[in-house]
């Protein structure tokens, strides 16, 4: 799932499981206290399809 970032411009990816409730935010190497921000949809969509996804949905 690709939502916007809260209080910043750009976006998040969020990790979830069918068979569990938690969300699990995708974070950067240098900082793994916060989520990775991406400053378009497409560079996004981009870390997506490297992680090894074939599909995503934007919500927000």
Do not use: C, Y
Request: charged share 25%; net charge positive.
């Amino acid at each position: 799932m690709i939502q916007p970032a809260p209080m910043e411009h750009g976006w998040i990816i969020g990790l979830k499981r069918k068979s569990s409730k938690n969300l699990v935010m995708l974070v950067s190497f240098r900082d793994r206290r916060n989520p990775q921000v991406f400053k378009t949809l497409d560079a996004a969509f981009a870390r997506v399809k490297k992680i090894g996804f074939r599909t995503a949905s934007v919500t927000g």
